[in-house]
């Protein structure tokens, strides 16, 4: 795996107050996006099998790592109920039996590890994000967020990673303008444990198994 030119990732004051046991993990690398294998969306499958056999529905939330995530909303002033975590959102779809969307393999590594893990993960276009520099602040009223597939999503009172052009990522969804797309190339994935350092490695290493299994560049 080749390692490119890493980001500064800078965690806020109000962060570090409302969750003082935050992790993350940053893993950024040259990749190739193939379209998701046969043997990749095995992999998804055989997770979610997993899933639905240990969880019912009223018990997704209650994983520590989704928990946790939960938690610093309601510290922040935000519903997860309404703005669930992405994690806990995947997990709900496939204990419902409510399919999972098979897109390309960067997409969908993030995807199994993030419902292996109850870890919600930023994926981005490195190469889009405005400066060298990332800030996990809060968002505010005036933030306009263009949610993927979602359009203007309110991330009032909402942990984000913000660039020079603005916000890029919350725990409930990432941005357009920094998405992953077929051409990326230079991968950032940003594995943030609001429930602290437990599991949080297990998933580095699993994220990056995947990755130089299904998006290695050739």
């Known amino acids: 795996m080749n ?4 980001k500064n990732i800078v965690i806020s004051q109000k ?10 993990a940053a893993l950024q690398c040259e990749v190739q996006n193939f379209l998701t294998s046969d043997a990749l969306w095995n992999e998804i499958l055989a997770e979610s099998e997993r899933i639905k056999v240990n ?20 510290a922040l002033g935000k519903d997860p109920n309404r703005y669930r ?26 995807n199994l590890v993030s419902i292996r893990s ?5 994926g981005f276009d490195a190469d889009k994000i405005a400066g060298n520099q990332l800030t996990l602040g809060v968002g505010t ?28 990522g919350t725990p409930t969804s990432d941005c357009e303008r920094t998405k992953i797309s077929p051409e990326t ?4 994935m940003l594995i943030n444990a609001y429930s602290g350092e437990e599991g949080l490695q297990e998933a580095v290493d699993f994220a990056k198994k995947l990755l130089e299994k299904y998006a290695t560049i050739q």
């Open 141 to 168: 009223a005036s933030d306009e967020f263009e949610a993927i597939g979602r359009g203007l999503l309110n991330i009032e009172h909402l942990p984000v990673y913000r660039d020079e052009m603005g916000g890029i």
């Open 55 to 74: 969880f019912k529905l009223e018990e997704i939330n209650k994983r520590p790592a989704i928990l946790a995530t939960r938690q610093a909303y309601k």
């Open 85 to 110: 975590p992405s994690a806990e959102a995947l997990c709900r779809r496939i204990v419902r039996d409510l399919p999972l969307y098979r897109t390309t393999a960067l997409v969908d590594i993030i």
């Open 15 to 24: 962060i570090i107050e409302i969750c003082p046991q935050f992790q993350f």
């Open 185 to 188: 190339t230079n991968l950032l």
């Open 3 to 6: 390692i490119t030119q890493r």
């Open 118 to 122: 109850g870890f919600s993960i930023g």
